[in-house]
């Protein structure tokens, strides 16, 4: 009996040994996805899709610091405010957060897109078309997201693959721009003319198509020729892929609305002026950050009056310098309701910070028109990066800077200015002197959106000119920046790279 | 204690089992009383070596048949020292008290051993240390009662969290949580929060590695073995213990009143924002007392216990509903134990411990977040009244942009239900007298419900619900032979293990907004039109293989050695085995005769031990390189699932491992009277887990290395003694100290990483916290502050706040931070003190921590104007400077130049000193109330706490890590506490 007994426990523990081959040990996570799983079908490329989408969608729902370094945009030096009213006085330090969401996102978008870049054609599953067109669509917010970090900090570090490097050195801008072109020249032929499925509705577009790749170049071509490359032979290149653009409008929808204000109108977050934009909506359900736009009612409502941020509000000088018109109308603020009163107006004068208020995505579901109150921080405004107007514009400069201010170049900026409420440019403008109307023109027409106006200043090397005109009333800057020597044209590296 | 010897003397009687030639037998009668004469009902008495047993009647007398040839009756009973007797007729045995602990029987590691017997250093707690006191957790019985172990209630919330750390944190990454053992079961789905600290009859504290490598890969941070209650032979014992406590916020914050916050405000905005901030005089909203209630506790426990020959229960229920000090949150718990031990035959025991509990917690989650209720209690404008008009809150303040707090806490409904369980069935059998087998099979495991209703308020024009599930299980089979002989003066056991673990875990999520009523509560989730589902999986497996080695010489000098090979699933390849040795001695002195001689020592023994240990707990798949999971809606109500490059694969990452030296002295003075301990101990922790951040060029993330090195060292003493007893008054006392050393050796390639910062943005903006070589874990990171400028320089005026150019770059930032401490503290002690005066008990119990910092980010949140909070409000920053307050070191709240968070004005001494325990009980005995014996307490807790920090409460803590510890973030403070509670015994 007890033999018996001895040997079933040595047979037991036999047993247990026996269980404990490395198999048990493997690991399988059910849950997850691993690299060696995905990239395969269609699906996976529409996933890999989403989320580099939802990276870059980071950089744009929030306000950056980095331009209200130019003459649009400006904010109170007060309190928590201080960081960007720092680029705004040209005294921003390495430690300002006020830009990180744009290094970061930036970044992230890119290290997203090289992996699909890596990836794309390993998917066997997938079609031709769905292969080509993840492709593109990775190549297209690899250039966007380095032309954004390029304008903003000069040279950057440039990984091209997902590999890791510690220290990795910064690229030079030239090399940058050469990496940004060949991109988006791919992107231009791997993009649809339309997307299917999620990334288009209601006739929209919302992710990057041919049409979105060449409107992108001739801005990119329109850069090189500024400062810092000034490659005046982009002229003519951006000028003619500006108006492959506007010649094959139809193609990929585009067109300007016939009221500039109904661009804002929240029931127009999906509309045919959109070439390239960030969208986003605050009504989903447990709303992931970069889901929702903090380009929103609350910061950029008055404070006092309204009981919003102060976050950013228009400078004077540029405000005076705006022709009226419905344009104007629609880009300020103007009756503010003291303590969301509707019968207690006051203008801009008589503000508390005495300042005009952008107007522009203000209009938003949480937003009661009424009392002037907004009651969410989250917004589904949509970020407009590139928009039908800018390529009109684009083509305008560009022609003019390549082959003189043409019939052509009138008609662009002229389409431009008569939605505005303007009248036509007057006629036989010089080279310059066109230019500096179309430079102007973009200020108007783009203000507060986005950092166009700042990245027109640099490229054209007139940051200190517009600051001469600064209104006594701002805050005094802290230091000169300088169009011969372009100092304060960048904005310091983020202390953590 | 007593029920181990119990237990012993049962497996005593097994292992002496041998074959059996039954003879004859013999009746022996006899009678047991206690020192003082009095007879003793329901003492054990064994035939020693057979098992064959009986138990004593109300007048102490029993009858017990033993057979020919047995040459001794073991008697034992609680709180007495054994008895070994031969067997005669009519014995008349008188059982001493047992003289401290030296006698207990102590649960190592599977097994058990003589505590006079250990080499490793091993802490006993029994229950009856905390007896009279409303203990409603087994955290806080640990705190301040054993050296080495410091408890700190991080969060003051109903069941909220608490971390406790043994000899120090070990690792950056990695868990730095104790292993907790239940009877056997290490846990792997719940923590020792979930368990009922009223079945609990014993914790062993397992500090050093020659005690912990038994346990390998999961004994790096220290072991904590739980033995639950287990019933006695004897007529059934039935006990109630109830208790009501009432809370009170321990402090508030001063804050400005609404005329002060309106000027205040106004020159921080430049502007009148407030027009007339007289009118706000005698008026405005105190959101503290809002916030903040007087709430009250309920604790329950009714237990029977008791058994026949062959046959022990221990039956338990309890319930305790505990109401927070923040309204509308509250946690209910209740649950049943039941133990049973049955003896088959000779050779055969069996076991069947069973606990379930279900765990009822109301909006008690998700605390940490910036805008919590208590963030916004402080920062909340006075000027701002809570409702707009009846029955409509005012949502929106002027300051800060979080949602109003009253409204945030009483309109959430965050309901979370979890059924928590530790099962287990042991079955021993004696294959010989000197070997046994022992499987233990068990199961912990965590179903989990939560579900959510956010209303209008909550979320306003988008009303949603939402419902979540998980289960979690960890299964474990141990296998444990044991041999055990002595050959005249040796004495030798070996213990050899198998063991296999396996943990499972599963959720779902489901969640909608676009809700159009809330009629259904949460429990329609089609309710809603926009849905998302997500869920999860996970499972890791451990298999184990340990041996050990214990040898004694002559009951002079001890020798023990353990072997423990572990193989995990979370790592890959070769590096998924690896082995955890250890060996410790012991040396007797007091059995030698030249110590003998002087009369002084009635324990003397020395101990060394080094051993290795492993920290596994890391995630699983963690170094598999997932792809990340991201949401997406394309800008429509819709959302859709993504998927991108997460952080890489890390096939190459190993554990990490503990070496661990440990030296201590064990003395008893006095005959036992007095007992000191004393402990070194110097620990290494290698091949750290280290997150390693990635570069946000690169993308940003990070991936798990191998790499650097921590050193814990330190001292550890325990005094008790009992300074004076008489027939009437007895006093006893203990003492306890802990002084730890904590220092990162080194970091690899690198000799700082900065910590990612994970919470607070919108407060600071950059991490204030680093991992450096030479500092400890936790260690702050912050601009130095020199208070403000007294005059004019170059861009700052007077009255702005000053900091040092620490790299002299002209400018403030964060190349300027210095290391400014850590949030680890050096030295924690513990005072208990009983005084027994007739009936009555009274307990003293002081506890304090002493040497670490907070950094107190909801101070500065009230005092600097931030992103969130762009207006101050905290009282003293009112007294700001000004050409002629020219002594405040508040900078003037209408300065141009940024005041900075992160700066080491906010770093704030986190030492306390802390009353944490007074109670009076008085006992009524069985004379008077026939039936039972009652016993009523009174206890204060928490009543005095002397301390320089500034915040609500010195433990209170918003982030559970070591790295990134000691961060005050609106942490949910503990209140202070006075209770009634009532013990009946049957």
Redesign the interface.
């Known amino acids: 009996m007890?033999s018996v007994?001895?040997y079933t426990?040595g047979i037991?523990?036999l047993i247990?040994?026996g269980?404990?081959c490395?198999k048990?040990?493997?690991?399988?996570?059910?849950?997850?996805?691993?690299?060696t799983s995905?990239y395969q079908t269609g699906n996976?490329l529409?996933?890999?899709?989403?989320?580099?989408?939802?990276?870059f969608?980071g950089a744009f729902n929030d306000i950056s610091g980095v331009y209200y370094a130019a003459d649009d945009i400006t904010t109170?030096?007060?309190?928590?405010k201080?960081?960007m009213s720092?680029f705004d006085i040209f005294?921003a330090?390495?430690?300002?957060?006020r830009m990180?969401n744009w290094?970061?996102y930036f970044?992230?978008a890119?290290?997203?897109a090289n992996?699909l870049i890596a990836n794309y054609n390993k998917a066997t599953l997938a079609t031709d078309a769905q292969r080509n067109n993840a492709g593109g669509y990775a190549y297209f917010m690899r250039a966007v997201s380095y032309f954004y970090l390029t304008r903003t900090w000069g040279e950057?570090?440039m990984?091209m693959d997902?590999a890791?490097?510690?220290n990795?050195p910064n690229a030079k801008v030239a090399d940058i721009y050469n990496l940004i072109v060949a991109d988006l020249q791919k992107a231009e032929t791997m993009l649809p003319n339309q997307w299917d499925g999620?990334?288009r509705?209601d006739n929209v577009d919302?992710f990057p198509t041919k049409g979105t790749a060449k409107a992108l170049l001739a801005n990119v071509y329109l850069t090189m020729a500024g400062w810092p490359l000034k490659q005046t032979d982009k002229y003519a290149l951006a000028a003619a892929k500006a108006k492959e653009v506007i010649d094959s409008k139809a193609t990929w929808g585009y067109n300007l609305l016939t009221k500039f204000a109904d661009i804002w109108k929240i029931g127009n977050?999906?509309n045919s002026e959109a070439v390239f934009a960030c969208?986003?909506?605050?009504?989903?359900?447990?709303v992931?950050v970069?889901?929702g736009s903090q380009l929103a009612p609350?910061p950029f409502s008055p404070?006092?009056e309204e009981?919003g941020?102060d976050d950013a509000f228009g400078e004077i000088a540029f405000y005076n310098k705006f022709p009226a018109g419905p344009r104007k109308d629609a880009t300020y603020q103007k009756d503010y309701y003291v303590k969301n009163d509707p019968a207690n107006v006051v203008t801009w004068q008589n503000t508390?910070?005495k300042h005009p208020y952008f107007l522009k995505y203000r209009d938003d579901?949480?937003y009661d028109w009424a009392t002037h109150k907004a009651?969410?921080?989250w917004s589904?405004a949509?970020s407009f990066l590139i928009r039908y107007a800018e390529v009109l514009l684009t083509y305008a400069e560009a022609q003019a800077m390549s082959s003189g201010p043409d019939a052509s170049a009138y008609a662009a900026i002229n389409q431009v200015r008569q939605r505005a409420g303007l009248n036509p440019l007057t006629p036989g403008l010089s080279v310059a002197n066109f230019r500096d109307s179309v430079v102007a023109e973009r200020g108007w027409e783009f203000a507060a959106e986005c950092g166009i106006r700042w990245f027109d200043l640099v490229r054209t090397e007139t940051v200190q000119k517009v600051n001469s005109y600064r209104d006594a009333t701002e805050?005094p800057l802290?230091n000169q920046p300088s169009d011969a020597n372009h100092t304060y044209y960048r904005a310091p590296v983020?202390?953590?790279? | 204690m007593v029920i181990f010897e119990k237990k012993i003397g049962l497996l005593i009687a097994c292992i002496f089992l041998s074959v059996i030639v039954f003879a004859q037998t013999k009746k022996v009668t006899g009678k047991v009383s206690g020192p003082d004469g009095t007879p003793l009902i329901g003492v054990t008495v064994l035939v020693k070596g057979l098992g064959i047993g009986t138990t004593t009647l109300q007048d102490g007398s029993f009858t017990i048949t033993v057979p020919e040839g047995s040459k001794t009756l073991v008697i034992s009973y609680t709180g007495m020292e054994n008895l070994e007797v031969p067997p005669t007729d009519k014995m008349n045995l008188r059982m001493r008290s047992k003289n401290a602990q030296l006698a207990d029987i102590v649960v190592v590691g599977y097994g058990t051993q003589k505590r006079r017997d250990l080499t490793g250093s091993i802490v006993t707690l029994s229950a009856k240390t905390y007896k009279d006191q409303p203990v409603l957790a087994a955290s806080s019985a640990l705190q301040g009662r054993v050296a080495g172990v410091t408890v700190t209630n991080s969060s003051g919330a109903p069941g909220g969290a608490v971390k406790i750390r043994i000899r120090g944190a070990n690792s950056v990454n990695a868990n730095n949580d104790p292993l907790y053992v239940v009877d056997g079961i290490a846990l792997g789905s719940i923590g020792l929060a979930d368990l009922n600290v009223n079945d609990i009859e014993s914790m062993e504290v397992l500090k050093d590695a020659s005690a912990t490598a038994v346990y390998g890969s999961r004994g790096a941070n220290g072991v904590v073995l739980i033995t639950s209650r287990s019933g006695a032979t004897g007529l059934p014992r039935i006990e109630y213990n109830g208790f009501v406590s009432f809370n009170k916020p321990m402090k508030k914050y001063d804050l400005m009143d609404a005329v002060t916050y309106a000027k205040t405000a106004n020159l921080t905005a430049g502007a009148a924002v407030f027009a007339d901030p007289q009118s706000f005089a005698g008026k405005g909203t105190d959101w503290q007392s809002m916030l903040f209630t007087n709430s009250v506790i309920q604790s329950h426990q009714l237990s029977i216990a008791g058994g026949k020959e062959g046959m022990r229960y221990y039956v338990s229920g309890f319930y305790v509903n505990q109401e927070g000090l923040l309204i509308n949150t509250n946690q209910k718990r209740l649950g049943i134990r039941s133990n049973l031990d049955v003896k088959l035959n000779n050779q055969m025991d069996f076991g069947v411990n069973f606990y379930v509990a279900r765990i009822n917690s109301h909006n008690n989650d998700d605390m940490g977040s910036k805008g919590n209720p208590v963030m916004g209690a402080l920062t909340w404008a006075p000027t701002e009244p809570v409702y707009k008009s009846p029955g409509q809150y005012n949502r929106f303040g002027i300051s800060p942009i979080w949602l109003n707090p009253y409204m945030s806490i009483r309109e959430r409904n965050n309901d979370s239900i979890a059924t928590v369980g530790v099962l287990n069935g042991k079955f021993k059998y004696a294959i010989t007298d000197w070997l046994t087998l022992i499987i233990n099979a068990g199961v912990d495991m965590n179903i989990a419900g939560k579900a959510y209703l956010n209303n209008d308020w909550i979320s306003a024009g988008n009303m949603g619900s939402g419902q979540s599930s998980s289960e979690n299980f960890t299964f474990q089979n141990s296998n444990v032979l044991t041999f055990h002989k002595t050959f005249n003066k040796h004495d030798l056991s070996a213990t050899a293990l198998v063991e296999e673990s396996s943990n499972h875990f599963k959720n779902f999520n489901a969640s909608g907004s676009g809700l159009t009523s809330i009629a259904n509560g949460y429990h329609n989730l089609g309710l809603n039109t926009a849905q998302s589902i997500s869920s999860g999986y996970s499972n890791w497996s451990l298999i184990s293989f340990m041996g050990r080695i214990a040898y004694s010489f002559n009951d002079k000098y001890l020798f023990t050695a353990t072997m423990r090979r572990d193989g995990s699933s979370k790592f890959q390849g070769n590096n998924k085995w690896s082995n955890f040795p250890s060996f410790s001695v012991g040396w007797k002195l007091s059995n030698e005769k030249f110590i003998e001689d002087l009369k002084v020592f009635s324990n003397l023994k020395l101990r060394a031990g080094w051993g290795v240990t492993g920290n596994q707990a890391i995630g699983p798949y963690s170094t598999l390189g997932l792809l990340d999971g991201v949401i997406y809606s394309y800008g429509t109500v819709n959302v859709s699932q993504g998927y991108t490059l997460g952080n890489p694969a890390t096939p190459d990452v190993k554990w990490e491992t503990s070496k661990q030296t440990n030296i201590g002295l064990d003395i008893g003075l006095l005959n036992g009277r007095l007992n000191i301990s004393a402990d070194y101990y110097n620990k290494n922790t290698s091949d750290l887990l280290l997150f390693t951040r990635i570069a946000n060029y690169d993308g940003g993330g990070n991936y798990l290395k191998n790499v650097g090195k921590v050193n814990n060292k330190g001292w550890e003493f325990m005094i008790e003694g009992t300074p004076y007893k008489d027939r009437n008054l007895s006093w006893s006392t203990a003492f306890n100290a802990s002084f730890n050393q904590n220092k990162v050796i080194n970091l690899g390639r690198d000799s700082m990483l900065e910590r990612p910062y994970s919470i607070g943005d919108g407060l600071f903006t950059n991490s204030i916290q680093v991992v450096k070589v030479g500092q400890p874990l936790g260690t702050f990171y912050l601009i130095p502050w020199e208070g403000v400028y007294q005059t004019d320089k170059g861009i700052y005026k007077a009255g702005d706040a000053r900091y040092t150019d620490v790299d002299g770059n002209g400018s403030i930032g964060f190349e300027d931070r210095v290391i400014s401490g850590s949030a680890m503290p050096k030295f924690t002690w513990g005072f208990n003190n009983n005084v027994t005066y007739r009936n009555f008990e009274l307990n003293i119990f002081i506890q304090g921590a002493h040497g670490n910092k907070i950094f107190n980010t909801t101070y500065a949140a009230t005092a600097v104007p931030t992103s969130d909070v762009k207006f101050i409000n905290l009282a003293d920053a009112a007294n700001y400077w000004t050409p002629g307050n020219n002594g405040s070191t508040w900078a003037n709240p209408g300065s141009k130049n940024k005041s900075w968070v992160e700066s080491t004005q906010f770093i704030q001494d986190g030492g306390y000193v802390r009353l944490k325990n007074v109670s009076v009980a008085y006992t009524i005995g069985k004379d008077i109330l026939k039936a039972a014996t009652a016993k009523i307490y009174v206890s204060a807790q928490n009543i005095v706490t002397i301390t320089r920090y500034k915040g609500f409460d010195p433990e209170a803590s918003t982030v559970g890590g070591d790295v990134d510890a000691g961060i005050d973030l609106g942490a949910y403070p503990s209140p202070k506490t006075v209770t009634v509670g009532l013990q009946l015994k049957f």
Do not use: C
Not at chain 1, 24 to 35: A, H, M, Q, R, V
Not at chain 1, 279 to 286: L, R, V
Not at chain 1, 494 to 497: A, E, G, L, Q, R
């Open positions: 007890k007994i001895k426990i037991l523990l247990l040994l269980t404990a490395n048990y040990l493997d690991e399988t996570p059910k849950g997850s996805i691993t690299t995905f996976d529409q996933m890999a899709e989403a989320a580099l989408a939802i990276k969608n109170k030096r007060n309190g928590n201080i960081e720092d005294n330090n390495s430690s300002n957060s990180t290094w970061n970044y992230a890119i290290k997203s992996a950057v570090p990984p997902v890791l490097m510690e990795r999620p990334a509705h919302i977050r999906f969208y986003y909506n605050n009504q989903i359900p447990s992931p970069e889901n609350n404070d006092y009981g941020w508390l910070q579901y949480s009651n969410n921080w589904s949509t805050p802290a983020p202390i953590v790279k």
